[in-house]
């Protein structure tokens, strides 16, 4: 199945890109998603347990990923 990453701000920096199509065995979690993503150049960036959005909804690491779907990577913001 294919899923669409989406990175944002430092991450995309990082990675590169903006957003990335990754091929991953059905019924993949949230967890498998982040070990593959982690294989990856500038995965080193990431913290031990990112904030994750699948579809525009906040996920946990037992989060199935489906065919078609949006996974954002959100990375830490600041401000004052």
Do not use: C, K, W
Not at 19 to 39: F, G, K, N, Y
């Amino acid at each position: 199945m294919t899923v669409t990453l989406l990175f944002f701000a430092s991450y995309a920096d990082a990675f590169g890109v903006s957003s990335l199509d990754m091929e991953l065995p059905r019924a993949s979690t949230v967890a498998e998603l982040l070990t593959a993503v982690r294989t990856r150049q500038g995965a080193e960036l990431l913290p031990p347990a990112p904030l994750v959005a699948v579809n525009q909804t906040y996920a946990t690491p037992d989060t199935i990923v489906h065919d078609g779907d949006e996974v954002a990577l959100i990375p830490p913001v600041a401000g004052g």
